[in-house]
């Protein structure tokens, strides 16, 4: 699986919760293992699991994480690089300014290494005038630093970089209103790293 696996309250779709299966939070990995369900299709499963405060949830898939992001942008700039070769050499499959607007939107879901770029180069052998102006929130050994302390301390990395990312989202604006029920939407949100 490809993408995060979280639970969410949006019990849409489901009409009559007790004709549904409920399992426990804590028996999530274990159910999963002797059903042999495909994690790639869980919006498609019906269960209620209960969690830990004996509110109803279901599963829920989240977006893809960065290194299939990664993977689905070099097939396609290999897909563009042969179809340029066999059919049309000016055919664009996809232009720099959806590239740009992508390498935005991995920066704002914390890629903060700027690998977009290079990944363009090493699979067209073009390279484009990108910006440079956004200053990385952390320096490489910086987020080295970071990762180890993580580690040491049992944090979810991951989280801890939504939660950087949504106050820097709110850093230099004079009112930050929302700024903490961002941080609560962010803790809300119940990742599974099954």
Same mark, same amino acid.
């Given at each position: 699986?490809?993408?995060?696996?979280?639970?969410?309250?949006?019990? #849409?779709? %489901?009409?009559? %919760?007790?004709?549904?299966?409920?399992?426990?939070?804590? /028996?999530?990995?274990?159910? %999963?293992?002797?059903?042999?369900?495909?994690?790639?299709?869980? /919006? !498609?499963?019906?269960?209620?699991? %209960?969690?830990?405060?004996?509110?109803?949830?279901? @599963?829920?898939?989240?977006? @893809? *994480?960065?290194?299939? $992001? =990664?993977?689905?942008?070099? $097939? &396609?700039?290999? *897909?563009?690089? *042969?179809?340029?070769?066999?059919?049309?050499?000016?055919?664009?499959?996809? *232009?720099?300014?959806?590239?740009?607007?992508?390498?935005?939107?991995?920066? !704002?879901?914390?890629?903060?290494?700027?690998?977009?770029?290079?990944?363009?180069?090493? /699979?067209?052998?073009?390279? @484009? !005038?990108?910006?440079? #102006?956004?200053?990385? +929130?952390?320096?490489?050994?910086?987020?080295?630093?970071? =990762?180890? &302390?993580?580690? =040491? =301390?049992?944090?979810?990395?991951?989280?801890?970089?939504?939660?950087?990312?949504?106050?820097?989202?709110?850093?230099?604006?004079? +009112? $930050?209103?929302? &700024?903490?029920?961002?941080? #609560?939407?962010?803790?809300?949100? !119940? @990742?599974?790293?099954?």
């Amino acid at each position: 699986m490809n993408g995060e696996v979280y639970l969410t309250s949006n019990l #849409d779709g %489901i009409s009559d %919760i007790e004709s549904h299966p409920k399992i426990y939070k804590s /028996e999530i990995k274990q159910y %999963i293992e002797n059903n042999n369900i495909n994690l790639a299709t869980v /919006e !498609d499963l019906d269960v209620i699991v %209960i969690d830990d405060d004996e509110s109803y949830k279901r @599963f829920g898939v989240g977006p @893809f *994480t960065l290194n299939a $992001r =990664e993977e689905i942008l070099r $097939r &396609l700039l290999r *897909t563009q690089k *042969t179809v340029r070769k066999l059919h049309d050499p000016n055919i664009e499959l996809i *232009t720099i300014e959806e590239l740009k607007a992508i390498r935005k939107y991995w920066h !704002d879901d914390l890629q903060w290494e700027d690998r977009l770029p290079q990944i363009v180069k090493d /699979e067209t052998g073009e390279d @484009f !005038d990108w910006q440079h #102006d956004d200053r990385p +929130v952390f320096k490489e050994d910086q987020l080295t630093d970071l =990762e180890t &302390l993580c580690q =040491e =301390e049992g944090v979810n990395l991951s989280l801890l970089k939504q939660l950087i990312s949504v106050e820097k989202d709110y850093s230099g604006v004079k +009112v $930050r209103r929302g &700024l903490f029920q961002s941080f #609560d939407k962010t803790l809300k949100q !119940d @990742f599974l790293h099954l």
